[in-house]
């Protein structure tokens, strides 16, 4: 089974990217907040035998988000849904309630074209209709994670730095991707 994270992570990016994905082992009920949310942004989100489907045909509409503890919104999911909004139509407003830190990431979701305004522990998140390419850093696992999916709906190439941190959470992340048709790789930087 999947754990509810990356679980969530997967769903996330079948919304950002308008795709049809089957998570497998997967468990609605571990993340019932998180399915409603996109389910509010107009995803087909369905539990079939085995785990939970979630497509996305149409360009997803912006949610609001609230980070709680379980069984509420998942702080760890929050990178992915600012990524999310950030291609969304609309506005959207996320709060983060329990990890003081996690809007860390947002300046490199800023490189990557995302309009995206922090105030304290709120993001005011303005969605377009596509992001651009950009080198960026890992800072974390989960702030990775929300870099690759959102790199996938990038114009021209995006290159993740540090991606050891997104390994220690994901592990055969690109081998997963490329199994659903992204064009991802892994290089080596010289030096």
């Known amino acids: 089974m999947p754990d509810r994270i990356v679980a969530g992570t ?11 994905v089957v998570i497998e082992r997967a468990v609605a009920e571990h993340l019932t907040v998180a399915l409603d949310k996109l389910a509010d942004a107009g ?3 369905e539990v079939v035998p085995g785990g939970i489907r979630v497509a ?20 760890d999911l929050q990178p992915m849904a600012v990524a999310l909004a950030a291609v969304s139509t609309g506005t959207a407003l996320i709060t983060e309630n329990v990890f003081e830190g996690r809007f860390m990431f947002v300046n490199e ?7 995206v305004r922090i105030d304290g522990h709120h993001a005011v998140v303005r969605g377009r209709e596509r992001l ?17 999916l959102a790199g996938l709906v990038s114009d021209g190439v995006t290159e993740v730095q540090e991606v050891h941190h997104v390994d220690r959470g994901y592990p055969d992340f690109v081998q997963q991707l490329q199994g659903l048709g992204a064009q991802v790789g892994r290089t080596q930087r010289a030096g």
């Open 132 to 148: 651009s390419s950009a080198p960026v850093v890992a800072t974390d696992i989960r702030a990775g994670a929300g870099l690759v």
């Open 56 to 75: 996305m045909s149409e360009r997803p509409r912006c949610v609001d988000i609230v980070t709680l503890p379980f069984p509420g919104f998942p702080t």
């Open 109 to 115: 979701l800023v490189r990557l074209g995302a309009d």
């Open 43 to 45: 995803a087909t989100v």
């Open 10 to 20: 997967w769903a996330i990016g079948a919304v950002m990217t308008r795709g049809d």
